[in-house]
């Protein structure tokens, strides 16, 4: 049976000032009513046969995660609480164990809380096509064709095709520089890894021991360790602060030669900075995203969110971000979105 893994362990630290440590931008309504969690959440639940499905994410958005799920009603089939961060390998792991105790044929559909998806017919094609490839055995990747040389992504090249719209993965590269991303676009042979997999449970634990059994050791201790209440599963500290901080990337679909890629065309976008929420989301005729109370003149390509406390007038600038809470207002050049980054390390680093 086909059981939705949801990875929510991100802080989305390039949304700042609007998603904070305890209110991390998977739960915030960016877009629309529902939180990018929820739509996560439900899109998964529509997929034919899915069970459902298991929520992996820090202890500290217990609540969160049961409030918002009981927001859409959908049942939870278990939350994984995670007392420290060791990176997605060792999550997507507690989740396999998680659920082959209940169904040993059990297949993941591992999926970040933080992505848009906006064709969702084309993806449950998509799913529908890898998972005739993971009952053969393959470890099964999404990829997304590129639109532009993103550094932010890792790529896909493909090599020979699997019959049902799969391909054998030939190589992965995590987060290449500029010019080898650009060199990737012009080849047309690479897909961006859209961080969705699909695989059995048990083929991945496999994977996992040959190629890093520390991970699956400590996983299967914090497990063991785990304890419950009602649906949350808090797992053992110090058995999963043993693992290695290793991503499902590095530490399985590199190295293993059971990888396939299915090639995706469904609006997919990975939520990651301002300049990609202004990108997906709907614009005026002058290129211009509002939230909130903003008188706009002679304004372009911007991006201006104002809090309930206060209203935002903008007059002759373009490719702006402007962003207002109770207690922070970024302005940006748009093109320095990914360097938010640097303000909340300073922020941390003042304590
Ligand atoms: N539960 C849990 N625990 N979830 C985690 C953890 C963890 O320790 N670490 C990361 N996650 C979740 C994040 O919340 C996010 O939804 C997803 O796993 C991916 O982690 P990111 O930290 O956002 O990874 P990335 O964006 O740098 O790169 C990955 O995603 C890209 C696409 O969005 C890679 O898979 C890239 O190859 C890929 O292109
Ligand atoms: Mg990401």
Redesign the pocket.
Known sequence: MLHPVI????SGTRLWPLSRQNQPK?FLALIGDHSLYQETVLRASKLPGAQAPVT??SEDHRFMVGEQLQGIGVASGGILL?PV????AP?IALAALHVLARDPAATLLVM????LIEDEVAFRSAVEAATSLAEQDWLVTFGITPEYAET???YILRGESLGDGGYRVQRFV?KPDLATAEGYLVEGTYA????MFLFRAQRYLDELARHAPTVLEAAQAAMAASTSDLDFIRVGHDALAASPSD?I?YAVMEKTDRAAVVPVRCGWS?I?SWSSLWSVAQRDDDGNRYEGDVIAVDTRDSLVRASERRMIATIGVEDLVIVDTADATLVARKDRVQDVKAVVDRLKAAG
Do not use: I
């Open positions: 990875l929510s362990g991100g998977q992996v994410c995670e961060a060791r990176s997605t999550a970040p809380a933080d992505h932010g992504y890792g995590e961006w890894n859209s961080g991503s990337d990975d990651g």
